[in-house]
């Protein structure tokens, strides 16, 4: 069983900046996925990033602005959010897809993090 801890969320400015990080509890060659969830909203796609990092997918609403990584020698996945905007507030998550492709189906990633909040003020 794969555990994952998501961490850096936190309150910033319009405009600002954050780097997310999920840590896994051991290594992975899956797909690693992000979502986030607003209040009152269901959970939506953010991005993807293949096991080797070469390949990603944003959705329509953050592409030019978040960009996924990892680093595989730590075990970790990061998402590093640019020009952030009010829309943007949510509960961030980490997941690993059982697929062999990137989806944005939620229902194709088996484990998930516990989440972490960004607030950004405007």
């Known amino acids: 069983q794969v555990q994952l801890v998501e961490s850096g969320g936190g309150l910033v400015q319009a405009g600002g900046s954050l780097r997310l990080s999920c840590a896994a509890s051991q290594r992975t060659f899956n797909i690693m996925g992000w979502f986030r969830q607003a209040p009152g909203q269901e959970r939506e796609f953010v991005a993807a990033?293949?096991?080797?990092?070469?390949?990603?997918k944003y959705a329509d609403s953050v592409k030019g602005r978040f960009t996924a990584s990892r680093d595989n020698a730590k075990n970790t996945v990061y998402l590093q959010m640019n020009s952030l905007k009010a829309e943007d507030t949510a509960v961030y998550y980490c997941?690993?897809?059982?697929?062999?492709?990137?989806?944005?189906?939620?229902?194709?990633?088996?484990?998930w993090g516990q989440g972490t909040q960004v607030t950004v003020s405007s």
């Open positions: 997941a690993r897809s059982r697929a062999e492709y990137m989806d944005s189906d939620n229902r194709n990633y088996d484990y």
């Open positions: 990033i293949t096991w080797n990092g070469v390949s990603t």
